[in-house]
Every structure is written in C-alpha cells, then in structure tokens.
C-alpha cells in the first residue's frame, strides 16, 4: 500500500521535498497544502520586478497547482493552512482559507515547511495602515505594484537594512520612485563587518538613495513617517523588512518541540519530537558547522538541501547533515558583495580567538580592460589558523572568491589549504595568484607575527593623538587626499630617505591599498625599524569608512579628501 505523505508549504523547502518524494517514489500518494495563493514562485527575485529586469509579475510564478500536478504528479492546494496536527491519531486539521471549510487527512509522513513571517513591530504607530507593505510572496508584489500605481505614489521608505530592505530600495530607485532605507543598527547587511558595510553605504547613497542609519520609524502617516529621533520623511507608501520570525504558532499548540533560537526543534534526519513529523526550512533550527551552535538561517540553499535529505532519510538513504556554515550573496548597484562564515563580530560574541587579513588587489590582470579591484576580508582562527569567514566587495566576481573560501570552510581548511590551493588562471578571469590566495599569505604573516597592524577604525584616534603616520603613496596622489598631518615619502625614495622617519616612537604606514606599505614595511624592518605599523585596508579603505559618517554626522574629515578609485 503507498505510504502516504503531506507536506506543508510549498517553494523552496516544501515543493522540492514533495519532488524529491515523487522521483523516488511515483506511486508515492502526496499531498501539498500552502496557505498562500501560489505553490511555487522566485521568492528571491520578488524585489526584481520593481526594478523591471523581470517584466510580468506572473513570471515570478513557475507552477501553478495545475501545472504542478501535469509535471511531477505532486497534488497541490493553495489557501490552504494547516492549523492542527493530531499526532496520536497521524492526522492534520486544514483550513480553506477561502470558504472557511475545514476538514482532517491523514498521513503517514508530515513533512513541515511552513517558513517564516515578516516582521511587524506593533510598537510603530499605523502599522496596519493601507500604505505599509511586506515582501514575501507574489500576493504581496501584485499589492505593492498596484497600489505604487493606483495612488500615484512617489516617496517610499523602506524600513530596515537587511538583504530584502536593500535589494526592494535599489530595485524601487531604478523604477524611479524617491526612496528612503532606514535602519536601526549603525550598518546595513549584517553578514559584512562595519568597516565592509560602509563601502555598500557609499553605494547606495551615491545612486541617490536617502540612507539613515542609527534610528527607527516610530509612526506611519499616509504622507510620511516619523522616526525615533523627530525627523520626518516623506512616504506614501512603506516597506516593512525588519526582519522574520519562523511561521511556527499553529504547530507549538499541536505539541511541536520548539529549540533555544525558538524555531523548531529538529534531530540530524530533521524529525521533530513528534512521530514520523519533520520540519526543513526558515522555520526550523540548525546547527552551525564552524561555531558548534544553533542558529536560524532563512536561506533558500540550505532550504533546498533539507527537503532532499529529509526525502532521502524517509526512504532509508543516508546523507551527511554537517550543519551550515551562512553563505549568501547581493548586488547593490554596480557592486557585488558576499560572505561566508564568520564576520569579526560573529567571531567576537561567540568568544572566538581570530585574526583578519584585508587586501584589494585587482580581480583579474590589471592590463585586461574590466579589471576592478576586489575587497576582500579573510578571517581566521588564531593560532591555528583555520579558515573561519570571509566577506568580498567589488564590481567584479565576488562570489566566485567566496564560494572557494566556503569550500575550505566545509572541508576544515587553513591558511596554509589556502595558500598553495591551485585555481584556473588566465588574464581575463583573475591574476596568476588570486585574490584568495594572497589573502592567505597576508593571513600567514600575521598569523606568524611577521609585523603589526591597526585597523582603519584605530586610525582617527591616532591623528587626535598627533601619532606619526606614514604614506608611501606617490607625491601626486598624496597632494589629491591624504591623512591630515601624514608625511609623504613614497616606496621608491623609503631607502633614500629613511633617515626622516624616527626611531623612537611607532610609525603607521599606509598607502592606497596595503600592497606597497608592506613592501616599504618589510625594507624598514630590513634597515632596523622595529616600530612599524601597517594601517590595514590602507587609504582605499579608509576613504569609505570615514566618508558615510562625516557625511551624515557633518563631523570634521580626519582626510583632505577621499579616494574610492
């Protein structure tokens, strides 16, 4: 007798479960419920409409209940919600959201991938006005678009600085709208560290976008919203993407185990506590591989890979659940940006000992017309020197360095992996060795104490203290910006002039990216200086870390002038 599966929720977790149940299994019976109105949709590519890259809202659909049941045989039915699951007696209580109609099935396997809800603050005043909007769905796209439309709206503030909050600003500032993104932290993306995060400020405030970060909306008018610290700004309509919390009531109250992160509790076949129920997706916990903790990540990938290994466990396979470890991707403008593993921050809070090396080489051989250069942010343990995270800004391909430094993450690399991995090279691509590979020869030196470096975040505080700070930039670039009160001598007059630089207190040496202080560095350490610091992320760096705050504060430039080229 065919066993009988349901599964709740469709897209990413839920749909591709039921897909992976049905190619193992075709005389499998298999029912999906989903409580919204599409089965199957680009969840991520939602925001993409608004900017117009994706021109019919109902492309953003890949099946409907019909096509889905032609294709796969998968049964399908929306506006449907589960809203009991009767374990002892292996059945679940459905809802018809539409008539009110509710009515029990039965199953053998309850796969559950019912993903997270948006978040709305019931602090804000008029949050459940008719001008405030959430993206989750392809309901909520048809919504915002006609209402955008219908009421002629201009203005629009999106609330909070996450992936989702970034991506709906940038596609709704390509659809020509004013928008304002307001964020409650002091950066957007928090998978960057601060210092990364303001290269993706100056971004996003250069394509005209109204940034605020380090305040919170606190009222919702039809014309405007108010924020925590009086300012108003004007909005006709509002995006709410503060974040989600997993869609788990319904299942709490039916005896579902909840874990420490409050989403469900799962062992390593994704089985809840409840018999022959599992659970996958944004709305479970998973372990992560590199801190030994649990966390939730709302990420479509990891979503994907559940729902085939929780198939899989079903019908007695085996697979490996080795956690995660947060790997994710955005384009914001003309910029590319991705992380994997741990930031500084992440690393900080979980009692972690770690170094960081930072450089921005070029991505590919400066001679090939593209070239661009890459940020790029290596993390790792100390002293071991086990890879932890990484984060990479450019123009060009970040996320082909990440992937690599995911990769080495998931197979317990070190700098040492890193340093002689061997990788495609040819000049259009990337340079004979790549950005990641430096990084790790950058991580080496200051894993084995060959010199000492200060962050950029150190630096104001060295030109209030008068420290003596060294550019070994050339004199022209020097004159365009530079630290104030910094002295010029560049790499190729340091052998000549050495003799200016004093002996008897620390020097910080900086040049447009770290590559020539350390080699200005290295020749003073040759001559007998053991008192030279390198600025990590050198000049480059600086520029974009100084540059949002001094615009957004008004506060005096520790600079004559940036540079971001």
Not at 145 to 166: Q, R, S, Y
Not at 276 to 299: F, R, S, W
Request: aromatic share 8%.
């Amino acid at each position: 007798m065919a066993k009988k599966f349901i599964i709740v929720g469709g897209v990413a977790g839920g749909a591709s479960a039921a897909a992976r149940i049905r190619r193992l299994d075709e005389k499998a019976d298999i029912i999906i419920y989903d409580k919204g109105p599409d089965i199957s949709f680009s969840n991520c590519s939602l925001p993409n409409y608004f900017s117009g890259e994706i021109k019919d809202i109902e492309d953003l659909v890949f099946f409907t209940p019909d096509t889905f049941k032609k294709v796969y045989n998968l049964p399908a039915k929306v506006n449907h919600e589960v809203i009991t699951i009767k374990a002892d007696e292996h059945k679940v209580v459905v809802k018809n959201l539409l008539t009110g109609e509710e009515f029990e099935d039965n199953y053998d396997y309850l796969i559950l991938s019912p993903g997270a809800k948006a978040v709305l603050p019931r602090s804000i005043k008029g949050i459940d006005g008719e001008n405030v909007f959430i993206i989750k769905n392809v309901e909520n796209v048809r919504n915002l678009d006609a209402f955008l439309t219908n009421k002629g709206v201009e203005d629009v503030v999106v609330v909070g600085g996450g992936f989702i909050g970034v991506e709906v600003a940038e596609c709704l500032k390509h659809s020509g709208k004013n928008v304002s993104l307001v964020e409650g932290m002091d950066q957007v993306l928090a998978p960057f560290d601060f210092d990364f995060a303001q290269i993706m400020h100056k971004e996003i405030l250069s394509n005209g976008i109204n940034l605020i970060v380090g305040d919170s909306v606190t009222e919702i008018f039809a014309d405007k919203v108010v924020l925590k610290s009086g300012k108003e700004i004007k909005a006709q309509a509002v995006i709410m993407s503060v974040g989600v919390r997993p869609d788990v009531e319904p299942f709490v109250q039916s005896g579902i185990e909840l874990g420490e992160t409050g989403a469900i509790k799962v062992d390593h076949n994704y089985q809840t506590n409840l018999p022959d129920v599992y659970a996958i997706g944004d709305a479970i916990e998973v372990h992560n591989a590199i801190t030994n903790k649990k966390q939730i990540l709302a990420l479509a990938g990891p979503a994907l890979k559940q729902a085939r290994n929780v198939a899989d466990g079903i019908f007695g396979r085996t697979f490996q659940n080795k956690g995660v470890i947060g790997s994710s991707c955005i384009r914001v403008f003309g910029l590319n940006g991705a992380s994997t593993g741990l930031n500084e921050r992440e690393a900080q809070r979980h009692g972690i000992d770690y170094r960081t090396a930072v450089i921005t080489p070029f991505d590919r051989v400066k001679l090939i017309p593209g070239a661009t250069p890459i940020h790029f942010k290596l993390v790792f343990q100390y002293p071991s020197g086990k890879i932890l995270g990484a984060q990479a800004i450019s123009k060009g391909d970040a996320t082909k360095r990440i992937d690599v430094i995911a990769t080495m993450i998931t197979m317990g690399g070190t700098l040492y992996d890193l340093k002689d991995l061997e990788l495609c090279y040819a000049p259009p691509f990337s340079t004979a060795r790549d950005v990641v590979n430096y990084a790790a020869l950058v991580g080496l030196n200051v894993l084995n104490e060959e010199y000492k470096q200060v962050p950029v975040s150190e630096v104001r505080n060295l030109v209030e203290k008068g420290e003596f700070i060294l550019d070994v930039r050339g004199k022209k670039i020097h004159e365009k910006g530079h630290i104030k009160g910094a002295t010029n001598i560049p790499l190729s007059q340091i052998r000549s002039r050495f003799n200016e630089i004093p002996r008897d207190r620390t020097v910080y040496i900086h040049c447009r990216t770290s590559w020539d202080s350390y080699y200005a560095l290295r020749a003073l350490q040759g001559l007998g200086f053991d008192n030279i610091v390198n600025i990590q992320g050198s000049f480059l760096g600086l520029s974009y870390y100084e540059y949002f705050t001094d615009v957004s504060t008004g506060r005096e430039s520790i600079l004559t002038d940036y540079n971001f080229n």
